[in-house]
């Protein structure tokens, strides 16, 4: 087991990688999805106790959204989020960047900070490196992200360029921010962790020249911003590739908001360890299943006297119960139970299916394990 700091990596097989990374709320077993719960809840009625039960191990939630309701106050005087959401294990939370950047219809983007209007009701918000560690400190998150901006993957060479520039520099101030923050005496979690975020658009001088110089404040994480934003998934994979050389080897690396379980296949294959997104619980709540036979759409009249479970090889709690037509007549009556139960199974299957990834790793079966489900996922049921 070859040990750099936090992370540990067990085995290697080309450039995938099986590993360890310790924290201060437990070790979290890599390649990981982390199970999405934007402000502190998943869409869709799934609980904490729901996320044990699924072997959810890191949850996601976000700054911006958190800071504009409740406000991190109220959560640091009620603990921190995970007393708050009565969570033991890891958070990660995202430093609102992309929100500022995708959600805001008014912005003004200055060397300091950004102003902008809130999404929910067109408050004026002022956002700073300093200000997102500040708001993630007191939220005492397990992991926290570097503020950055995060432009179209396709935008001009020469912005996304200077835009890079600019993310370096904020990235020096979130580091000097929360060494800061972790030496006071009040802060909830000081062993809070950063990590830092390249981007680059599909530009590679620039994302290999931003992550040289991110690299160079040896974080403990670094992650891959500004992907799965509009450019095809072969782009994507060439982009990863392009910038994997040049992140540290003894670093986890964390790709933002990707994707299908193809995606994660592919990526995980190219040195990915960290992945979160919306998608598994975005889609199950319009009845649209991941499972080991493909895609299933439970809209479809063919189930509407199916009395197999989602999926027959998935022990979830939602498979184990109930059938396709008992569930597809639930999204038919609108009832609630519906999306939560959907929402289980697909969270279930991406943690499942990065528990499967490691294993396969660990027993040399890495190769035909990927090809195998590949092929699976790439059909409909």
């Not at 990235?171 to 909830?188: H, V």
């Not at 590679?204 to 911003?225: F, N, S, V």
């Not at 933002?256 to 190219?270: A, F, K, S, Y």
């Amino acid at each position: 087991m070859k040990t750099m700091g936090r992370f540990r990596i067990i085995k290697t097989v080309g450039s995938a990688r099986r590993g360890e990374f310790e924290t201060v709320h437990g070790t979290i077993q890599t390649p990981v999805f982390m199970n999405v719960g934007t402000s502190a809840a998943i869409k869709g009625a799934v609980s904490t106790a729901d996320l044990e039960q699924i072997k959810c191990q890191v949850e996601l939630s976000n700054t911006y959204h958190l800071h504009v309701r409740p406000g991190e106050d109220v959560i640091y005087r009620l603990g921190g989020l995970h007393k708050f959401f009565r969570w033991e294990r890891p958070i990660l939370t995202d430093s609102g960047g992309y929100q500022v950047f995708s959600l805001a219809h008014l912005r003004n983007i200055r060397e300091d900070g950004v102003t902008f209007q809130s999404h929910m009701d067109g408050a004026r918000i002022y956002m700073s490196p300093e200000i997102s560690m500040q708001i993630q400190s007191r939220l005492a998150s397990t992991i926290a992200m570097a503020f950055d901006e995060c432009p179209s993957s396709v935008a001009e060479h020469s912005y996304i360029d200077r835009s890079c520039e600019r993310t370096t520099r904020w990235l020096y101030r979130c580091k000097e921010e929360m060494d800061r923050l972790n030496s006071l005496p009040e802060t909830i979690n000081r062993d809070q962790i950063l990590f830092g975020i390249n981007q680059g658009g599909v530009y590679p001088d620039i994302r290999k020249r931003h992550m040289e110089q991110i690299r160079a404040l040896d974080l403990e994480g670094y992650a891959i911003g500004g992907l799965a934003v509009g450019e095809t998934a072969d782009v994507m994979y060439q982009t990863i590739e392009e910038v994997e050389p040049f992140m540290p080897a003894g670093k986890p690396r964390y790709l933002m908001g990707v994707g299908t379980p193809i995606n994660i296949l592919e990526c995980v294959d190219r040195g990915v360890d960290f992945f979160d997104c919306v998608m598994p619980s975005r889609n199950a709540r319009h009845g649209n299943l991941f499972t080991s036979e493909g895609l299933l759409n439970l809209n479809n009249n063919k189930f509407a006297e199916d009395p197999r479970p989602l999926d027959e090889k998935c022990d979830c709690p939602v498979c184990r119960r109930y059938s396709r037509a008992y569930i597809r007549h639930l999204f038919k009556a609108r009832e609630m139970l519906a999306m939560r139960l959907c929402v289980i199974h697909n969270l279930y299957f991406y943690n499942t299916l990065t528990e499967e990834i490691r294993a396969s790793l660990e027993d040399g079966t890495w190769k035909s394990f990927k090809e195998e489900k590949v092929e699976a996922f790439s059909k409909r049921v």
